[in-house]
């Protein structure tokens, strides 16, 4: 089955830079990868996804690139907020089917 | 996108008792998601609830412990049987829209501790 390995698991960073979080995938079925933000005593909201006939998306200040051959994405968050402090999840498809697997999350912290 | 809501929130449960966890979205959707976050985890696919079928269960959990329901296109029951302290998490349900019928969209989720 689909295996999602995801770093760091946390992440510090000062009020306007910039922060990278790194996920790998092990099947080469998969074809869907969105990212999630969970904030404390909420469920996952889907912040930004891409596909596997696109390299890179962008949306603000959030973008996400992904690398087929080594099999790994990333999410790109510039010029970070307070408000973007929260867990971030990736997560992939098992090649066309609904179902999603995560990866283990990462505690982003960014401090004013 | 779908909008989904939980009921109850959150709950705190004596061990052996049985919850019922509530799921409903203001649309007609096919598939239903029902996923376990423990303690500072990950999301933990359970099963997969289809209108009109019996739900897939994934490995490590069986429907004699998480009973589910799915009456319509738009309301499902996850039920968490016989508690002990370990199913203590959060159950989130989610369901899939869009076009391309990938995008993942998740409720609030029902905060539970067995004790």
């Known amino acids: 089955g689909e295996n999602v390995e995801q770093h760091p698991s946390t992440l510090s960073v000062q009020e306007g830079d910039s922060a990278v979080i790194k996920c790998t995938y092990s099947?080469?079925?998969?074809?869907?990868f969105p990212w999630y933000k969970q904030e404390l005593g909420k469920g996952p909201q889907l912040i930004i996804d891409?596909?596997?006939?696109?390299g890179e998306k962008k949306d603000q200040r959030i973008a996400v690139t992904l690398n087929k051959t080594a099999k790994h994405f990333s999410l790109h968050i510039t010029e970070t907020q307070p408000e973007d402090s929260a867990v971030y999840f990736c997560?992939?498809?098992?090649?066309?089917?609904?179902?999603?697997?995560f990866g283990k999350g990462t505690m982003l912290l960014v401090s004013p | 996108s779908a909008v989904i809501s939980q009921k109850p929130s959150r709950d705190i449960c004596q061990r052996g008792t049985s919850l019922t966890i509530q799921c409903q979205v203001d649309s007609q959707v096919t598939m239903m998601f029902w996923y376990r976050q423990q303690p500072g985890q990950s999301l933990t696919l359970i099963a997969t609830?289809?209108?009109?079928?019996?739900?897939?269960?994934e490995s490590g959990f069986v429907i004699d412990k998480f009973p589910i329901s799915r009456p319509n296109l738009t309301f499902s029951t996850l039920t968490v049987s016989n508690m002990s302290p370990e199913d203590s998490s959060i159950y989130l349900c989610s369901t899939t829209s869009g076009s391309a019928q990938e995008t993942q969209y998740f409720g609030p989720g029902t905060r539970l501790l067995v004790l």
């Open positions: 997560a992939a498809d098992h090649g066309g089917y609904s179902t999603l697997t």
């Open positions: 891409i596909r596997s006939n696109v």
């Open positions: 609830a289809n209108q009109g079928s019996e739900a897939t269960y």
């Open positions: 099947d080469s079925a998969s074809n869907y």
